[in-house]
């Protein structure tokens, strides 16, 4: 048997999120580079027949399968900040990844998503902002008007 194909009988994954050492933090578990199985199941089931059964294993092929490719499209696009030297991936880097990587079809709707994000979460920004103003606006003048004359003389 060759090496590629024991790499693809092989149980354990070819591509490993733990690529940094981490000897300090101590040995770590399938469970910490995984998705938590219950949000998987349920995003799977969004999809399906109300009356649809997902098996357990199923499950966990999912969970297995959408942790590596985070890992995967993650690590391109860290690749990518450490070559700029910088050390925060954002969404740019992440639908960068995804279009260097192959995954073209899914970039471009990303992408528009997270122009999209960025549209409300300014706007929730503002907002936020024009309700504090007037809120402190309010605020001065209750103090002002409820403070006691100032005495002359």
Excluded: H
């Amino acid at each position: 048997m060759s090496d590629s194909n024991k790499n693809l009988n092989s149980s354990k994954p070819i591509f490993s999120l733990n690529m940094v050492d981490n000897s300090e933090a101590g040995p770590s578990n399938d469970q910490d580079r995984l998705l938590p199985i219950a949000n998987v199941g349920r995003i799977m089931k969004q999809i399906l027949p109300p009356n649809a059964k997902i098996s357990k294993e199923a499950k966990e092929t999912m969970q297995e399968c959408v942790s590596e490719f985070i890992g995967f499209v993650t690590c391109e696009a860290s690749d990518k900040c450490r070559k700029e030297r910088r050390k925060t991936v954002n969404g740019d880097d992440i639908c960068w990844a995804m279009g260097t990587l192959g995954f073209d079809d899914y970039a471009g709707p990303l992408k528009r998503y997270l122009t999209r994000y960025r549209e409300v979460e300014g706007d929730k920004v503002n907002q936020n902002k024009a309700s504090n103003s007037e809120e402190m606006e309010e605020n001065c003048f209750l103090y002002t008007s409820n403070k006691p004359p100032k005495e002359s003389g």
